[in-house]
């Protein structure tokens, strides 16, 4: 994975003013569009779609400074068909426009090309586990939530804290297959996860693919397939996010399993009263690599 990540980044670097061909390079890397769009922006800490346009506009200032040409010809040098968009493609990443680059230097703001490297630390033990499992069906209540990568969601909580006392107790004797429990589940995520996109939150549980889901709950429904399942202990939910990072950049990177499309899953098994330690499983969707 580790390499697959690099020949992308080189690859960016080969075709900065080019439309990049992000499916067919992860076919030629052998790897899927998905996982490697995932785990680009979970180890690099941004979307890949961002890195490209830091990485051009970081090459583009050199050539707005240096003066050599027009600002037109250094937009469609680096892919813009107008100098409006490359001006504000250029004023999101540096803070200022080409024109005010080119008069007074600055400001500047660098991306530098990224390279990965795998840690042997072994610094967060992961205890995991491979499930295998039929299709079954995620019912609850859902709600689109923006995505918070630190802390906890208040979007999420307060979803959580309208939903009456009796509706947690129908949720928990609807469910009847793994994971067991009430769940939290994001789906719809695009595979790049930048913060502050859309996803789908959903409370509620698992229920086997023949059980019917009554009609004033959302369901979705999840298809057949293996899943890593990956148990943690401790302060809640500092201990659950910082097993979810560890996910990418130590249990992928060193497994012969990649991500698939589909939900992610929270099941808290056990935690104190005041929810400041718990007990959680994360469940990720998983393909041999």
């Known amino acids: 994975m580790i390499s697959a990540l690099n020949g992308l980044v080189d690859l960016?670097?080969?075709h900065l003013t080019e439309e990049l061909d992000v499916s067919g390079t992860a076919r030629a890397l052998g790897t899927t569009e998905y996982h490697l769009r995932r785990m680009f922006s979970s180890l690099a800490g941004m979307p890949l779609s961002e890195y490209v346009r830091r990485r051009r506009m970081t090459v583009a200032a050199a050539d707005v400074v240096r003066g050599e040409d027009d600002l037109l010809s250094i937009a469609v040098r680096h892919g813009y068909g107008s100098t409006e968009a490359f001006g504000r493609a250029f004023r999101a990443v540096h803070g200022a426009g080409p024109g005010d680059v080119r008069r007074?230097?600055?400001?500047?703001?660098?991306?530098?090309?990224?390279?990965?490297?795998?840690?042997?630390?072994?610094?967060?033990?992961?205890?995991?586990?491979?499930?295998d499992r039929p299709a079954f069906r995620l019912v609850g209540h859902a709600a689109r939530v923006p995505l918070i990568h630190e802390g906890g969601n208040p979007h999420i909580q307060r979803h959580i804290a309208a939903l009456p006392a009796e509706e947690h107790v129908r949720l928990k004797a609807l469910g009847d297959t793994e994971p067991p429990g009430l769940l939290q589940?994001?789906?719809?995520?695009?595979?790049?996860?930048?913060?502050?996109?859309?996803?789908?939150?959903?409370?509620g549980v698992a229920v086997s693919g023949s059980t019917p889901a009554p009609d004033d709950l959302d369901a979705i429904e999840v298809t057949a397939g293996r899943w890593a399942v990956f148990r943690t202990a401790g302060p809640h939910p500092q201990a659950l996010q910082t097993a979810w990072a560890a996910t990418a950049t130590e249990w992928f990177p060193s497994n012969p399993w990649r991500l698939r499309p589909g939900p992610s899953i929270i099941t808290i098994l056990e935690h104190a009263d005041d929810f400041t330690t718990a007990t959680c499983e994360l469940w990720l969707p998983v393909e041999p690599a």
């Open 12 to 14: 960016v670097e080969r």
């Open 185 to 203: 589940v994001t789906d719809a995520l695009g595979p790049d996860s930048a913060e502050g996109t859309e996803l789908t939150y959903l409370h």
């Open 104 to 131: 007074d230097g600055g400001p500047l703001r660098t991306q530098p090309q990224l390279r990965f490297r795998l840690s042997v630390e072994g610094s967060i033990p992961m205890d995991t586990r491979i499930a």
